[in-house]
């Protein structure tokens, strides 16, 4: 199983922006952003295929874009217009499928996370 780094999180505030990179030990797709809030679940937050295929949560599809390059297992997250609710953990995951499925039952590889702070 491929492992994951995440880089880029830090503290922001509301209305700023921030990449999220994530880079991979080895090949895995899909590629996927989760995130984990606190007192919250982990949510999908957008995946992308090798196909170059994209899902969003729906409420993030209007800030936030997934970018690929599996050529180098590099995944990113550029987020804008950041909201003090976008506070969390932000998880990269790599799966095994064709699918870029929202759903962390569907990732075996996970990254050990980078925070996202975006104050008022």
């Known amino acids: 199983q491929a492992q994951l780094v995440e880089s880029g999180g830090g503290e922001v505030k509301a209305g700023g922006s921030l990449t999220l990179s994530c880079i991979g030990s080895?090949?895995?797709?899909?590629m996927a952003w989760f995130r984990q809030g606190p007192g919250n679940e982990r949510e999908g937050v957008a995946a992308?295929?090798?196909?170059?295929?994209?899902a969003y949560a729906r409420s993030l599809k209007d800030r936030f874009t997934i970018s690929e390059n599996y050529a180098k297992n590099i995944l990113r997250l550029t987020m804008t217009k950041l909201k003090p609710e976008d506070t969390a953990i932000y998880y990269c995951a790599g799966g095994s499928s064709d699918y870029p499925s929202l759903l962390p039952g569907d990732y075996h590889s996970w990254g050990q996370g980078t925070q996202v702070t975006v104050s008022p």
């Open positions: 080895a090949y895995t797709s899909p």
């Open positions: 992308a295929s090798r196909f170059g295929t994209h």
